[in-house]
């Protein structure tokens, strides 16, 4: 090999391939929108059940739970898992706020 040779990047034949299969991972964001609704639906139950006095720390777990649902909602083209993950953030926030972050 000539020292010309080894400054070229090298093109693996498989580069393309691995490219086209990351891209395919994502290719369906609607499945993104529905992780998101379950990730909500069962954030929404937990903050529910937290509204029982006494147990208002729960929304220290919920709102993070909430968080990744979000993170779901936007990365997908729908806007319905994403909006319901926002409510349930919003009420697990004012219930804190209302507890003093701990009731």
Do not use: H, Y
């Amino acid at each position: 090999m000539n020292p010309r040779q080894q400054d070229e990047p090298r093109a693996s034949i498989d580069e393309p391939k691995a490219l086209a299969a990351s891209a395919a991972a994502c290719d369906n964001p609607g499945m993104l929108n529905i992780g998101s609704l379950v990730i909500g639906v069962i954030a929404l139950v937990l903050a529910v059940f937290a509204f029982i006095p006494l147990l208002g720390w729960a929304n220290w777990v919920i709102i993070p739970f909430a968080v990744v649902g979000l993170a779901l909602g936007v990365m997908s083209d729908k806007t319905s898992g994403r909006n319901l993950n926002i409510v349930v953030i919003v009420i697990g926030v004012i219930r804190l706020m209302l507890g003093g972050g701990i009731i």
